[in-house]
């Protein structure tokens, strides 16, 4: 099996990235590939600008990861109660080629966030777009307050409890 996780955010310290590479080793006999947000980043999004370079090769390639994947896990990050800039543009430049970004691909589907919320809304936002576009989301999860729950040494959820509903959800779903 193959795994494709990515934070949907372009930082270099993305708490999101880490979560979702967090995630992605609890599955077992998987091979996992992280994508780096970064690696796809391309001019702001207009149909004026797509009139001008035509597809972009860079959400080409986006796709082509995506579709090699047998699951997604995605962890979105949070600005002002939305999808992060960085994905949102490739989300939009990859959806001109192939509506169905996700490629009915079974997703974990989380986010994460200093805050006590969790990336609430976003994820709220995502449950209820990404289907449309793809996503085949079979669970999702929220890390709460992510600096008191998760370990930046041991690259791991440290509350027991939250660490033990993502290992459930991933032993049941998938």
């Known amino acids: 099996m193959k795994i494709v996780a990515f934070g949907g955010s372009n930082s270099q310290h993305s708490i999101n990235k880490r979560l979702a590479t967090y995630a992605s080793s609890l599955f077992e006999n998987a091979a996992v590939e992280v994508l780096d947000l970064n ?17 972009h090769e860079l959400a080409k390639a986006f796709l082509d990861k995506l579709g090699s994947a047998d699951v997604l896990v995605v962890s979105l990050a949070e600005n002002n109660n939305n999808y992060s800039t960085a994905f949102k543009n490739i989300f939009d430049w990859s959806s001109r080629i192939n509506k169905e970004v996700f490629q009915k691909k079974p997703m974990l589907l989380m986010a994460t966030s200093p805050g006590t919320r969790g990336g609430a809304s976003v994820l709220e936002i995502a449950r209820n777009a990404l289907p449309r576009y793809g996503a085949e989301i079979k669970a999702s999860f929220s890390l709460p307050a992510f600096n008191a729950n998760f370990d930046l040494e041991k690259n791991q959820i440290s509350n027991a409890e939250l660490d033990k509903e993502l290992k459930d959800i991933i032993k049941d779903c998938f």
Do not use: H, N, Y
Not at 39 to 55: A, H, N, R, W, Y
């Open 39 to 55: 690696d796809f980043e391309m001019p702001l999004f207009s149909v004026d600008t797509e009139k001008e370079i035509g597809q």
